[in-house]
């Protein structure tokens, strides 16, 4: 086994983001511009623990369509052991963005039907069991329908398990699960629908959260504080404000990534994330998902980011 190898089981799928050139107006024809890419959560997040000197695997499911190949390639060119199942006769998942001129999201479409369909069935594999053996941790979305990750929960028992928890309607299927993680990727309101309540302050969400069997977690509010907890209590790590924005998609995924790269490797949560918050600056400075940034690069990031402080 590699100390320092990380399966993935989740999305990787075809990436679409349009942007307006001027003001949004609903309801009516924007003029902008459509970019297409390889990306999916997972994916993503993987490509950055790989960036940060992580081996990787992929079991994700595709279509054998010219799509699904332009799946493959990516996958190959990121030096991820690719363990996906294609299915021939299925058309490859993706997910549609429409950003405003600023790079935030007014509205996404995502056609996940295959994800539904076929993960669980996957996660039976002998195939898989040995994947699972080989790695040190494992990497999970919400992606997966709620069968799919309950077997996965079985399946990879005792391993380090991360999930990123994907949107609020989804996070949800996570429930039956939480016991398993070592660490919970969110946002303000997937948190508060993984708890079940609105308008919670932090500390009855976290109070909460421990509560339905969550060791660590990390909770993101967009350019406010990042909150973070674990055994040790609660902390907050103020994001550093981006030199320039260009697209703030992937941002998150490169958090998560350069996150669990980090603690793979040994640190702690709160030195942790500060990796993981440089590895979103940069992303968000980049016209990419995934930012292609140097060593160098990513040291100046890192040193932007101050350090966690803890809350009472």
Same mark, same amino acid.
């Given at each position: ?49 790989? %960036?940060?000197? #992580? ?95 309950? %077997? ?17 309607? %989804? ?25 079940? #309540? ?7 969400? #976290? ?106």
């Amino acid at each position: 086994m590699d100390s320092n190898h990380l399966l993935a089981v989740g999305g990787a799928h075809i990436d679409r983001r349009g942007q307006v050139s001027g003001n949004y107006v609903p309801g009516t024809s924007n003029p902008g511009v459509l970019a297409e890419e390889v990306g999916g959560v997972v994916f993503n997040a993987l490509r950055n623990a790989v %960036k940060r000197g #992580i081996t990787a695997s992929l079991l994700s499911v595709r279509g054998g369509d010219a799509a699904g190949d332009n799946v493959a390639r990516a996958i190959a060119h990121a030096g991820i052991e690719d363990l996906s199942v294609v299915f021939l006769d299925r058309s490859t998942p993706s997910y549609t963005a429409l950003l405003d001129r600023d790079g935030e999201l007014i509205a996404g479409l995502a056609d996940m039907g295959l994800y539904e369909l076929a993960f669980a069935k996957q996660l039976g594999r002998s195939k898989v069991r040995e994947a699972v053996a080989a790695a040190r941790a494992i990497l999970c979305d919400a992606n997966l329908p709620e069968a799919a990750l309950a %077997k996965l929960g079985v399946v990879a028992s005792g391993k380090l398990m991360f999930a990123i928890a994907i949107s609020p309607a %989804k996070v949800t299927r996570m429930a039956g699960m939480l016991k398993h993680l070592a660490l919970l990727f969110m946002n303000q309101r997937e948190a508060a629908s993984l708890c079940g #309540i609105d308008g919670a302050g932090i500390t009855e969400t #976290i109070d909460n959260l421990r509560g339905k069997g969550l060791a660590s977690g990390v909770i993101t509010a967009g350019r406010e504080a990042v909150i973070g907890f674990d055994a040790d209590g609660a902390f907050s790590i103020q994001p550093p404000p981006a030199r320039k924005v260009a697209d703030v998609t992937g941002a998150g995924d490169a958090l998560a990534g350069a996150t669990i790269a980090a603690m793979i490797k040994g640190h702690g949560l709160r030195d942790a994330l500060r990796e993981g918050l440089a590895a979103a600056m940069l992303t968000v400075e980049s016209p990419m998902a995934v930012a292609d940034f140097s060593a160098r690069e990513f040291a100046a990031a890192l040193a932007l980011v101050p350090h966690a402080v803890e809350m009472a």
